[in-house]
């Protein structure tokens, strides 16, 4: 498409807003109300934005995201469940002068890949890894994952989750701020269009903070799953906006190196 | 006598990986590889290369997937128990065709086993090891010269064929210290990598992926897969002979092992006793058909393994009942005594009688 005006009758029509070059056009896979397609759409801007698409490298995840090449227009990988920011750290230590991502759910992140997000966290990895909190595993059905909510129904939680059996809702954030390697971490949620600009704008201070070098930083983005949270999509925005900021409040933890929370 | 220094197996592995033109070396500690994994750490660091101490055996794997993926020359080692923990990761770099080496040094199992030399890793490495249908490429070197000189090969085959390459050694291998001459050429040259991730500069998007949901898509990339593992078997086969042409008694031994058999023939021919080697180089693909040529005029073939007998099933599918064969092997960290072989031998061919007079 272009940006130059074109005439149509007696008036001029300007594209004011149009599909960013690193977003393919491509009928989604997601299903409605799902917050991948947001954050997909998020991240293709700001790499638009600061001009990288053609050096960044992603890493997709295991679970309903790992077709990200199907959307995402620049060079991605697929990674083994969890091992995301260990292929990521390994593509960036051999092209320090690319940019990635790894872009990672909540069971693939804060389950089965804790050890390789702690160790690339407190190593400092100079790679941004955009972490989708959604309280579920969403592609294999809806089963409990490390950041359920306490009394969260799931496939495997059907009574609700259970603090005593099965422990309280993991905070990432919170956790990867104890360490001394991150430079940014920050919580985000796509509860509304304020939330929606916030995350744009956290995105795009992570891939800032990689491309001065800065090293790791973390944008955990809280994410409706209409279909696995048994709510229609806007109950689902409803419950992100009240009960999950709730258990994960929405901040910066981490700036420029500095502790803020 | 200035070329020769004395290092080893593990040190001279990871020289061998430095001048071939190793980019990236992902490790995690477990004896009996530590030596490999220190020398890496001081010479890879040293020549601006990447190093990297993972966090797990799961993790250097991955990060071998994400250095290839980038296409460089990626390397990890471990010892048995760590590389069962790494058949995942191994099985994926096999799936997305990515060039990688993996050591094995092997100890004695099953679990944690111990930390004496062992074989039991043979079906392991030579039946792909993870999940799904596919082969690695195993080399199974016998001195710290071929720890050496094999991961020239490794690495030239694993460029090559887009397959990960497994130097099958063990911890007496690893840790004996032997006199080696260093490669002085070139690394094995690089070949053009358009499908390497290093952005998508000028170009369409690569992706890297083993998820093929696609309908009838995953058949068709298994048919590949095949069909390369089919050009792998008929291209790359090689193996060490000695005294075959006149034998009546055949030993099939690799490894450790290989350096018992080679002494047991020695003896075995001082008391006049027809003896020959067959040592396999690649375990995967097997020298079956060199067996097969070879076993018309043998009397009998004796297996020598630090395993409770693996090895053993590629020469009894390579002779199929056609000759007799003995085994001699021992487990968890034991090494087959050359008495024990010749005893073997005996049961095949008596040695020459010495005539007395009347």
């Known amino acids: 498409m272009s940006d130059a005006p074109r005439k149509a009758g007696s008036r001029t029509i300007r594209s004011l807003y149009r599909r960013p070059a690193a977003l393919k056009d491509t ?88 050890g390789e997000t702690i160790h690339a966290a407190n190593r400092g990895e100079n790679i941004t890894v955009v972490f989708v909190n959604n309280t579920v595993y969403g592609m294999t059905g809806g089963q409990m994952a490390p950041t359920t909510l306490t009394g969260q129904r799931t496939s495997t939680t059907p009574g609700g989750r259970d603090a005593v059996s099965t422990g309280g809702p993991l905070h990432i954030c919170e956790l990867l701020n104890t360490l001394d390697g991150p430079w940014h971490i920050e919580r985000v949620a796509l509860d509304g269009p304020a939330g929606v600009r916030r995350t744009r704008k956290a995105l795009t201070t992570a891939f800032q903070a990689q491309i001065d070098g800065k090293g790791y930083s973390l944008i955990e983005v809280l994410s409706p799953c209409p279909v696995h949270m048994h709510l229609p999509p806007v109950d689902a925005m409803r419950f992100v906006k009240e009960q999950m900021v709730a258990s994960f409040p929405v901040k910066i933890f981490r700036q420029e190196g500095k502790r803020l929370a | ?211 093929i949901m696609e309908d009838g898509a995953l058949e068709k990339h298994n048919i590949h897969l095949q069909a390369k593992f089919k050009r792998i078997l008929k291209e790359v086969v090689r193996y060490e002979e000695r005294e075959t042409a006149d034998a009546d008694v055949l030993l099939v031994a690799y490894g450790t092992s290989a350096r018992i058999a080679k002494g047991a023939v020695i003896q075995a021919r001082s008391q006049g006793i027809k003896a020959g080697l067959l040592r396999p180089l690649t375990l995967w693909p097997y020298p079956h058909a060199r067996l097969r040529a070879l076993a018309p005029r043998l009397k009998g073939i004796v297996v020598i393994e630090m395993s409770a007998g693996q090895m053993l099933e590629d020469v009894q599918l390579a002779v199929g009942g056609s000759v007799p064969i003995a085994f001699v092997g021992r487990m968890g960290g034991g090494v087959p005594e050359e008495r024990a072989v010749l005893a073997a031998i005996r049961r095949f061919a008596k040695p020459a009688r010495r005539r007395s007079r009347p």
């Open chain 1, 27 to 114: 009928p989604t896979h997601y299903c409605p109300g799902c917050g991948h397609g947001t954050v997909h759409k998020l991240l293709a801007e700001v790499l638009d934005t600061l001009g990288i698409r053609e050096r960044t490298i992603g890493i997709a995840p295991v679970g309903c995201a790992v077709r990200a090449y199907y959307y995402l227009n620049c060079d991605i990988s697929e990674a083994a469940h969890g091992r995301a920011p260990a292929v990521a750290c390994a593509i960036k230590r051999c092209l320090p002068d690319r940019i990635v991502f790894s872009y990672q759910g909540d069971g693939d992140l804060a389950a089965i890949g804790m």
């Open chain 2, 1 to 211: 006598m200035a070329d020769r220094v004395l290092m080893t197996g593990n040190d001279a592995l990871g020289e061998g990986a430095i001048r071939a033109g190793c980019d990236a070396y992902f490790g995690y500690p477990i004896t009996p590889q530590n030596e490999l994994t220190a020398y890496m750490a001081v010479n890879m660091l040293r020549l601006g290369r990447v190093f990297i101490q993972a966090e797990s055996e799961l993790a250097a794997i991955n990060m071998v997937f994400g250095a290839a993926a980038a296409g460089k020359r990626a390397m990890t080692s471990s010892s048995s128990p760590g590389i069962s923990l790494k058949q995942e990761g191994i099985s994926f770099i096999a799936a997305a065709e990515l060039p990688a080496v993996i050591v094995n040094v092997q100890r004695g199992g099953p679990g944690l086993g111990n930390i004496a030399p062992a074989q039991g890793d043979y079906f392991q490495a030579t039946r792909g090891g993870g999940h799904g249908d596919y082969r690695t490429i195993v080399l199974a070197p016998d001195s710290a010269q071929e720890m050496h000189d094999l991961t020239f090969d490794a690495f030239a085959l694993a460029d090559r064929y887009r397959s990960p390459v497994i130097i099958l050694s063990d911890g007496r291998l690893g840790q004996m210290m032997e006199p080696i001459v260093l490669h002085k050429g070139p690394p094995p040259p690089v070949p053009p990598k358009p499908w390497a991730l290093t952005g998508a500069k000028g170009r369409p998007a690569n992706m890297i992926r083993s998820l």
